[in-house]
T-cell receptor, first 112, second 116 residues
Framework: GDSVTQMEGPVTLSEEAFLTINCTYT??????LFWYVQYPGEGLQLLLK?????DKGSNKGFEATYRKETTSFHLEKGSVQVSDSAVYFC???????????FGQGTTLQVKP | GAVVSQHPSWVICKSGTSVKIECRSL??????MFWYRQFPKQSLMLMAT?????????EQGVEKDKFLINHASLTLSTLTVTSAHPEDSSFYIC????????????FGQGTRLTVV
């Protein structure tokens, strides 16, 4: 079945450092890919998405490119801030069912 | 984006009692909603798909008699944890939308359930 794998966390960075969180997926067909962010004690918020190969999703300085050849959707940000500290989930939607498949989540901690 | 409201945000209950969690779509109609469960420092696991006016569809391994889902209107789905036990303590999150492959889902704030 479909699956999503994220890099293990936690990831600890200093403010203004470069961030990469790896995400790879397995799916039949052509899924849409998402990054969601979860702040402590809260639900999930969509950070960005890409719906087809080579699409780049971007939001709030975060970017991710849908790479079909490597089945990846790595999240990047050039300069992280303390306020970016959260848990980041990579997810895929493989069809018109509404069911999302999530990766295990990666905790990011940014220190001043 | 659309707003999904979940209530309560947190609840503490005694073993053996039942707890109801509500999930509302505030500015759109949701014929389908989803219930997820999240264990500490782990990912979200889909529990069931809630369908307005019909029975919920449960994922494999989820006890339908323990986790009762009711979707009585186009804007409200409820999850009732019956005869709760400490192992039911978890973070429960609902979502709506995202029914087509390219559209996003909208999540409630989540409910932290602690069974003592």
């Amino acid at each position: 079945g479909d699956s999503v794998t994220q890099m293990e966390g936690p990831v600890t960075l200093s403010e203004e450092a470069f961030l990469t969180i790896n995400c790879t997926y397995t799916a039949t067909g052509y899924p849409s890919l998402f990054w969601y962010v979860q702040y402590p004690g809260e639900g999930l918020q969509l950070l960005l998405k890409a719906t087809k190969a080579d699409d780049k999703g971007s939001n709030k300085g975060f970017e991710a490119t849908y790479r079909k050849e490597t089945t990846s959707f790595h999240l990047e940000k050039g300069s992280v801030q303390v306020s970016d500290s959260a848990v980041y989930f990579c997810a895929l939607n493989g069809g018109n069912t509404g069911k999302l498949i999530f990766g295990q989540g990666t905790t990011l901690q940014v220190k001043p | 984006g659309a707003v999904v409201s979940q209530h309560p945000s947190w609840v503490i209950c005694k073993s053996g009692t039942s707890v109801k969690i509500e999930c509302r779509s505030l500015d759109f109609q949701a014929t389908t909603m989803f219930w997820y469960r999240q264990f500490p420092k782990q990912s979200l696991m889909l529990m069931a798909t809630s369908n307005e006016g019909s029975k919920a569809t449960y994922e494999q391994g989820v006890e339908k008699d323990k986790f009762l889902i009711n979707h009585a209107s186009l804007t409200l789905s409820t999850l009732t944890v019956t005869s709760a036990h400490p192992e039911d303590s978890s973070f429960y999150i609902c979502s709506a939308g995202g029914l087509t492959i390219a559209t996003e889902a909208f999540f409630g704030q989540g409910t932290r359930l602690t069974v003592v």
